[in-house]
């Protein structure tokens, strides 16, 4: 087998490569210690030839695979794309387009909730994929022939699963809902952490105006340090230690000591230091600029009666469309949408509105009941009074 370390090479693939309707493309790439994913392998496969290309290699220019990347008339094909497709963005500050996910597109045909690659090679094709090389170190080199046939192996069956799902579906009239799908993978912004956002993720136990804004502060401060230093977030500070310096919001160095989550002698670092400065700065913050906590919910719990109605109409359809109920909503979309009729969910756009929304709206407000017969579950319009 071999390994493409030279751009010419690479150039030549790309330009041949460009003629076809779909390529097919996974990374091997490592991010224990980093940040920001190492890339370590590309492979890359058209329906008569496939190529692993070196990223690693000190004399190659990737400018023709990115080139072919951007060609829109190429449907670039991936299986859970998210983390590749991070990558690529990380290189050049955009997102492959078009692009085709064959896991989105296998649990929207019925093949599961996020179906792992080898279980869907199997299902469609037959083949059974050797994974004993997935966890090997792919920086280091030469490569194995073991690892090099497995790396070829995620491109060349993906080809025949590419094909299986389209033509399934269109059998099912659901390009549609692959089409939602895709939109949400090619906005760059699914892949850019904007410090100012880093909150966002966490499941803040939070709620005083002054410590939300502390927190804020601190994640914004630990997001911006860790893509600084090309350190992941949890060699900065681990998110118990951001929540409780929000609370606590040490004022020297001697105070951090005091702290459970935080390392002892984190105070007198550099970036203690820079945490005191921080946190001095949301002392000063005006009360009226504080953001505000969420207003307590005083409506039906999420986990009471009307949950479990939505859960089970969800059940009902999935099994009526032969996909995985968490497809559809997930428990989270249920539980928001208990509290709240416009919920920024899933559940609430598209292809899931139509399907399960709008009747679990209905529902939800008596405009609709569920019986139950020996074999299903039936929908029954309610007349309003």
């Known amino acids: 087998m071999h390994l493409t370390t030279d751009t010419q090479e690479l150039s030549e693939f790309c330009q041949r490569a460009a003629g076809f309707d779909f390529i097919t493309i996974d990374t091997e790439f ?20 496939a190529v692993l ?9 990737l400018a023709p695979l990115f080139e072919l990347l951007a060609d829109k008339g190429t449907i670039k094909v991936f299986h859970a794309a998210r983390q590749d497709i991070e990558i690529f963005v990380k290189l050049t500050g955009k997102v492959p387009t078009p692009v085709f996910d064959t896991q989105i597109a296998a649990s929207v045909c019925g093949y599961g909730d996020s179906v792992a690659y080898d279980k869907l090679v199997a299902t469609i094709t037959g083949a059974r994929i050797d994974k004993s090389s997935r966890f090997t170190d792919w920086a280091a080199r030469p490569l194995s022939e ?11 069956h993906l080809r025949d699963v590419y094909q299986e799902l389209t033509q399934k579906l269109a059998q ?4 549609d809902w692959m089409a939602d799908e895709q939109e949400i993978l090619e906005n760059v912004d699914t892949y850019v952490v904007d410090p100012k956002d880093a909150h966002k993720r966490l499941k803040s136990r939070v709620t005083r105006p002054r410590d939300l804004a502390a927190l804020h502060a601190l994640a914004a401060w630990r997001e911006t ?14 998110d118990d230690a951001l929540f409780e310096l929000a609370v606590q919001r040490p004022a020297s160095p001697a105070d951090f000591d005091r702290l459970r989550a935080v390392p002892k002698g984190f105070g007198n670092s550099r970036l203690g230091g820079q945490i005191i400065k921080l946190l001095k700065d949301v002392a000063r913050i005006p009360e009226n600029e504080l953001p505000k906590p969420p207003d307590r919910y005083r409506g039906p719990s999420p986990k009471g009666p009307i949950g479990d109605l939505l859960r089970v109409l969800v059940k009902a359809i999935a099994q009526k ?3 995985a109920a968490r497809i559809i909503a997930s428990s989270d979309d249920i539980d928001q949408l208990v509290l709240d009729d416009h919920a920024d969910i899933p559940a609430l756009k598209g292809w899931r509105y139509k399907l399960f929304g709008e009747k679990a709206l209905a529902l939800k407000h008596g405009e609709l009941a569920l019986g139950a017969t020996k074999d299903q579950v039936v929908e029954i319009t309610v007349p309003r009074s």
């Open 30 to 49: 490592h991010r224990e210690s980093t940040y920001w994913p190492i890339l370590c392998l590309i492979q890359i496969a058209t329906t008569d030839e």
């Open 53 to 61: 290309i070196d990223p690693m290699a000190p004399s190659i220019d």
């Open 146 to 156: 073991k690892q090099m046939k497995y790396a070829l192996a995620d491109v060349t």
């Open 172 to 175: 099912l009239n659901r390009l």
């Open 225 to 238: 340090e860790a893509q600084r230093a090309d350190r992941p977030r949890r060699r900065i500070l681990k």
């Open 321 to 323: 469309e032969g996909v």
